[in-house]
């Protein structure tokens, strides 16, 4: 196959395993949650992508949580410096594994050391992607998953929605969910000259099947059900292959309804995952060949404050949860208080700390006729909905967890519910909506 070296794209891989004991992310104190070995290992990968005019834009997809906003700037710092590639070409994303190393818990030692070595991490695989570049074509096209993820509000008997952290609180069956998960998976090919081809996977879920108590692999590292999925594919297909977590703010990847629920664990769940994108393969359309073209924009957008009267009482059942570590306690605790739950506890308390408004980073980019949006908090399906319907691109990516850490972002359903979500968010009722029209706004500029 001949290629005009009109686009270049590499593959930069490291192992970003934790060699010792650190504390894992993503369920209460996590101090209480120190690892004791390894399920699957973690990975950081960064695809690089050049134009026939030199630009670069380096996207990066890790093992981790989240990427924390202070983190993320000095990696990005460091990268540029070493390589060239301008700060605002630089995205580093994360997979939002629960069973990953806490990078906010400073107070362990085992962290700041962990921390250190990602510094040089993300250096070198930026360095290996940029150096693998080669000459490549663009293929994309999409398949709907079926019972893989699921929309973690409910509606009940009685006509109440309900978010799956206050199920508990119901005593009525839930009937279905308040409505139906985005399915939607989407694959794009770099079919690569001289090199092997590269294979680019968008889907949303919350990876935490692994993180549940009842999972048996609560205290273990691991990728869950991503790096399960890569390798899988990669066994099967030769080639490289990279997973970007999208629009998964509302989505569980288990259901509360039983009969609903087609996978066991997070290795079956990884399987049947991979399965969908092997069969997808052959139906992969060429993509419009083009330059790079990239929109940075940074916004001020509201907190919401409304709760901070509620302070004191947050900060007891806050003192409860961290002291006694339990969970059960801590939600009859913030009942007491008017509170929905230690979650929504954590939220008020860090509205309260924060100005009228923070600033988030958005990024649209796009390679031809594919395009990208990076954002930095846990967006709605809803909305990823809304983005990729309202595209002028055939294809739109939404990579979440990118550059910052803001939380999740729910859509005005999310509000309306009283979730969990909206309580542990930050932003004010629409703006989830608002952020999403300002990304199709986005997205027609470089598309114009």
Known sequence: MELKDKLQVGFGMCDITPSESVPLAGAGNTSQRMSQGILNRLSLIFLAFTDEAGQTILLSSADLLVMPDKLAH?????ISKKTGVPYDN?????????????????????????????????????????????PAKMFAGKTETDKLNFVRHYMTEAGI?????????????????????????????????????????????????????????HYMVASDMVGVLRQTLTEQTG??????????????????IPEENITEN?????????????????????VQE????????????????????????????????????????AVKLANSYGINSPYHAAGILDKSRLPETEDLELHSFCIGGLSVVTAPY??????????????????????????????????????????????AGR??????????????????????
């Not at 997979?95 to 991490?121: C, F, G």
């Not at 309202?390 to 999740?408: A, E, G, K, M």
Request: proline fraction near 3%.
């Open 378 to 423: 846990e967006m709605f399906d809803s909305n990823g909905v809304y983005i990729k319907e309202n595209s002028p691109f055939d294809t739109t990516l939404i990579v979440t967890q990118t550059n910052q850490s803001r939380s999740y972002i729910p859509s005005e359903e999310g509000f309306r519910n009283n979730s969990y979500e909206a309580n």
């Open 161 to 217: 929605a309900k978010g799956d952290n206050f199920c508990e609180e119901v005593n009525s069956p839930y009937t279905g969910h308040t409505h139906d998960a985005d399915q939607g998976m989407q694959l794009v090919r770099f079919a690569r000259q001289d090199a092997k081809d590269i294979l680019l996977v968008n889907w949303q879920v919350h990876p935490h099947r692994a993180s549940s108590k009842r999972s048996g692999f």
């Open 290 to 329: 083009g330059s790079i073209r990239h929109i940075t924009k940074r916004t001020a957008e509201k907190i919401d404050h409304h709760e901070d009267y509620k302070l004191a009482d947050a900060e007891t059942v806050l003192r409860y949860w961290i002291t006694h570590n339990d969970l059960v306690g």
């Open 90 to 134: 630089i995205m580093l994303a994360a997979t939002h594994s629960h069973n990953a190393p806490d990078q906010d818990n400073l107070a362990e030692p085992s962290i700041l050391r962990y921390i250190e070595q990602l510094r040089v991490w993300y250096v070198e695989a930026a360095q290996k992607a940029l150096a693998d570049r080669k």
């Open 266 to 286: 997070y290795l079956e769940q990884g399987i049947a995952l991979a399965e969908y994108a092997r069969k997808c393969l052959n139906d992969l359309k060429p």
């Open 239 to 256: 080639m490289h292959v990279v997973y970007y977590t999208g629009a998964a703010g509302n989505l569980n990847p288990t259901s509360r």
């Open 427 to 448: 932003f004010e009722a629409g703006t989830g909506e608002k952020l999403a029209s300002e990304y199709v706004q986005m997205l027609q500029q470089i598309y114009g």
């Open 74 to 78: 000095e990696f990005r710092l460091a």
